[in-house]
């Protein structure tokens, strides 16, 4: 096995296991953190498949922004408040959770579709990009690329995506603000 | 498999000198508050009180560790380490000399960004596990600083890189003095290609980038949790803020994480603004000032002497400055450092279109 390898294995191991004890852990804080552990494996896994601005770019937005005003908002709630959130009253399976777990297991089911039918391993679009020597390679420097497709052909979404929070933004502001007198 | 033993001697050598430094800089920190304060400082360990920090760091290995018995005991005991990993690794993006640079990866900055973010989810970790109202309270204050600060600094940051067209730091260094393959002008007039020096440097090339040096650097002093902006440890209201309860080896390496945080931004205002490790001697007529000093070793005495210049600044500060209040401090963020660092992304992009 190559170092490649088993760093891929390691990284993927620790992601799942991290993220399976953020989903079952009954202490809601913890499982925040534990969260971190696996972006910050996620972020791994990018790097080895040659997308380091993604895997940078989800540290900063994840971990520095997402991940921070999660807990901002646990640690402003107070204990009692998450005491009662905390408190899982009844079986594993019950009739409540009916919802969630066929949404789960459907989810799970179209992810096992993926998986089998998409035959990574020999996608047309990937054989031509590489008998067209069209690919990346860890010595190429892709800001520029990506910079430059955002500002061409992804102009729209990216457009659309800024005003979106934009409005987020102005909303805040607007909540967050003292009543008037009127 | 010698490849990787590089990579371990860098990772350890990169260690030892953060806490190197951590060493000399706690005894410098004591000197120059005793020097503004007009006391001796430390006097009686070693000559001149030298061995002081050594002293120090040894009682504090003997400690014993305590962990509160309500404390969240996982939490409480990785914080520390993950304070000071987030720090310690932003260091293997900075160069030092022309191509000595741990890892050179083309997102230098970017990286360095990102990675220091991760430091605020440390105090985090580290004011909830101790369960104490002073640790959270410090932590939230903490956070929210560093969330806020990271602004204006990210946008003085973006201005240089507008002006640099890279994110690699050891290209934005090269391109700083008389090594840069492309044309300098100083002041977007006077070709300075074969003088170098001082006139190069990236606060010169682009004066408005001297404003996105100041932003920069007070940004850096809140990132770093450092006085003025030290409201998370305000000694007076919250005892010591997210580290109050951490003892022994914890609380050393809590400390260790701030030397090294300080060492770090200043690094990098070094890099990105006043020239990386490039000489501030120009090339003037038949004296090569600037030829004679570059080099391997000019470079990491240049960019060494440059930074702890800057930490020295920051310690005048702190010991000048009284502390913020939080709605000041927020107020200066978000109502004259953002506006003003926005100006400056503004500028350097017409700069760039128009001067350059």
């Known amino acids: 096995m190559t170092l490649l390898r088993v760093l891929f294995y390691f990284l993927s191991f620790i992601a799942i296991v991290s993220a399976l004890y953020a989903a079952s852990s009954k202490n809601l804080v913890r499982s925040i953190f534990v969260f971190f552990v696996t972006l910050f494996s996620l972020a791994g896994l990018y790097v080895l498949a040659l997308a380091d601005f993604v895997a940078v770019t989800q540290v900063v937005i994840y971990v520095g922004g997402i991940l921070v005003l999660i807990l901002f908002a646990f640690m402003l709630s107070g204990k009692e408040t998450l005491n009662v959130l905390q408190k899982q009253e009844g079986k594993f399976l019950s009739m409540k959770k009916l919802p969630a777990i066929l949404l789960a297991v459907l989810f799970f089911v179209v992810l096992i579709n993926v998986v089998f039918k998409a035959n990574a391993d020999n996608l047309p679009w990937v054989r031509d990009a590489i008998s067209l020597k069209n690919e990346i390679t860890p010595k190429d420097i892709m800001i520029d690329n990506i910079g430059v497709n955002l500002m061409t052909r992804y102009l729209l979404p990216f457009e659309a995506i800024s005003i979106l929070l934009l409005v987020a933004l102005v909303g805040a502001a607007h909540l967050s603000r003292k009543e008037g007198k009127a | ?356």
């Not at chain 2, 006085?227 to 080896?249: K, M, N, R, W």
């Not at chain 2, 990386?276 to 004679?292: D, E, K, Q, R």
């Open chain 2, 1 to 356: 498999m010698n490849t990787y033993l590089i990579y371990f001697i860098v990772a350890i050598g990169l260690f030892s000198f953060s806490a190197f430094f951590a060493l000399f800089g706690v005894y410098a920190e004591r000197k120059i508050s005793a020097f503004i304060q007009d006391r001796l400082g430390p006097t009686e360990t070693g000559k001149f009180g030298s061995l002081q920090t050594l002293a120090d760091i040894l009682k504090m290995i003997q400690k014993e560790l305590i962990i509160p018995a309500a404390a969240d005991k996982w939490l409480f005991m990785l914080a520390p380490a993950v304070i000071f990993i987030a720090v310690y690794m932003g260091f293997a993006a900075l160069p030092w000399a022309p191509g000595l640079i741990p890892s050179k990866i083309n997102l230098g900055i970017y990286y360095i960004f990102a990675i220091i973010s991760v430091e605020t989810l440390g105090i985090l970790m580290a004011g909830w596990g101790s369960n104490n109202k002073y640790s959270i309270l410090g932590a939230m204050r903490s956070a929210a600083q560093i969330i806020s600060y990271e602004i204006p600094a990210g946008f003085a940051i973006i201005s240089v890189v507008m002006i640099a067209q890279t994110l690699n730091l050891q290209d934005v260094a090269m391109q700083q003095g008389i090594l840069a393959t492309e044309k300098i002008k100083f002041a977007g007039f006077w070709d300075v290609s074969g003088i170098g020096g001082l006139f190069s440097w990236n606060i010169f090339r682009a004066p408005h980038l001297i404003i996105a040096f100041v932003i920069y650097f007070i940004a850096s002093l809140a990132e770093s949790n450092r006085a003025p902006f030290d409201i998370p440890e305000a000694e007076s209201e919250l005892v010591a803020g997210f580290h109050t309860e951490f003892t022994g080896i914890r609380f050393a390496l809590v400390f260790l994480a701030e030397y090294s945080m300080m060492f770090l931004v200043s690094m990098i205002g070094v890099i990105l603004f006043l020239g990386a490790w490039n000489t501030p001697l120009p090339n003037i007529g038949p004296v090569h000032l600037a030829t004679w000093t570059t080099g391997m070793a000019w470079g990491i005495l240049w960019v060494s002497l440059k930074t702890l210049a800057l930490v020295a600044v920051q310690m005048w500060i702190r010991w000048t400055l009284p502390r913020f209040r939080v709605d000041q401090l927020m107020d200066l963020c978000w109502k004259v450092l953002t506006p003003l660092a926005f100006a400056c992304m503004l500028i350097s992009g017409v700069w760039r279109l128009w001067l350059m």
